[in-house]
Antibody, heavy 120, light 109 residues
Framework: QVQLEESGPGLVKPSETLSLTCTVS?????????WGWIRQPPGKGLEWMGS???????YYNPSLQSRVTISVDTSNNQFSLRLSSVTAADTAVYYC?????????????WGQGTLVTVSS | EIVLTQSPGTLSLSPGERATLSCRAS???????LAWYQQKPGQAPRLLIY???SRATGIPDRFSGSGSGTDFTLTISRLEPEDFAVYYC??????????FGQGTKLKIK
């Protein structure tokens, strides 16, 4: 059973950079799959932010592309999210998830999510 | 961008009843790339259906998906108490690669 766990600060000041890490257990990131970040503002729907392959290949949501960076650390079986110049609108629960590609494109394993609040 | 519109926004039903949830896309979506998720309060979404009609591992057979093109449906044949939750559809396509519907809240009547 693949397990994912998000970690990072729960409070970030406006204009600063949000940084989160997802640690994957019981599956080696290097074995394949893309790995993604999805967020959910309180009481609202889901927004895909971007995804990364173990090789470092990434693709991002164009609405966030200028501010988001996703990286991978295969030695620690982790991948990370950085979101710069945050505002209150970036307050959300942030999820990491495994992205399937065959036979469909969806997210089959998710972390429990971590709430990040942007406030001074 | 492909926009997914789910209806109804809220559905009130009783245990044992049949639930039909709709997901309409603004452009045609490949059936291979349409998925459904269930989310309960305080929990991460759980993958129910992928490829429009295939159940994910461990999902009971009372959940079924159908549809093609721009119209997709999630059906729960006989509602169990644990099925009351929010349901999201999701598509994979061009920029952005993934979009989600706004969700349907399934409430106990």
């Amino acid at each position: 059973q693949v397990q994912l766990e998000e970690s990072g600060p729960g409070l970030v000041k406006p204009s600063e950079t949000l940084s989160l890490t997802c640690t994957v257990s019981d599956y080696s990131i290097s074995s394949g799959y893309y790995w993604g970040w999805i967020r959910q503002p309180p009481g609202k729907g889901l927004e895909w932010m971007g995804s990364i392959y173990h090789s470092g290949n990434t693709y991002y949501n164009p609405s966030l592309q200028s501010r988001v960076t996703i990286s991978v650390d295969t030695s620690n079986n982790q991948f990370s999210l950085r979101l710069s110049s945050v505002t209150a609108a970036d307050t959300a629960v942030y999820y990491c998830a495994r992205e399937t590609q065959v036979p469909s494109r969806s997210f089959d394993y998710w972390g429990q999510g971590t709430l990040v609040t942007v406030s001074s | 961008e492909i926009v997914l519109t789910q209806s109804p926004g809220t559905l009130s039903l009783s245990p044992g009843e049949r639930a039909t949830l709709s997901c309409r896309a603004s452009q045609s979506v490949s059936s291979s790339y349409l998925a459904w998720y269930q989310q309960k309060p305080g929990q991460a979404p759980r993958l129910l259906i992928y490829g429009a009609s295939s159940r994910a591992t461990g999902i009971p057979d009372r959940f079924s998906g159908s549809g093609s093109g721009t119209d997709f449906t999630l059906t729960i044949s006989r509602l169990e108490p644990e099925d009351f939750a929010v349901y999201y559809c999701q598509q994979y396509g061009n920029s952005p690669r993934y979009t989600f519907g706004q969700g349907t809240k399934l409430k106990i009547k």
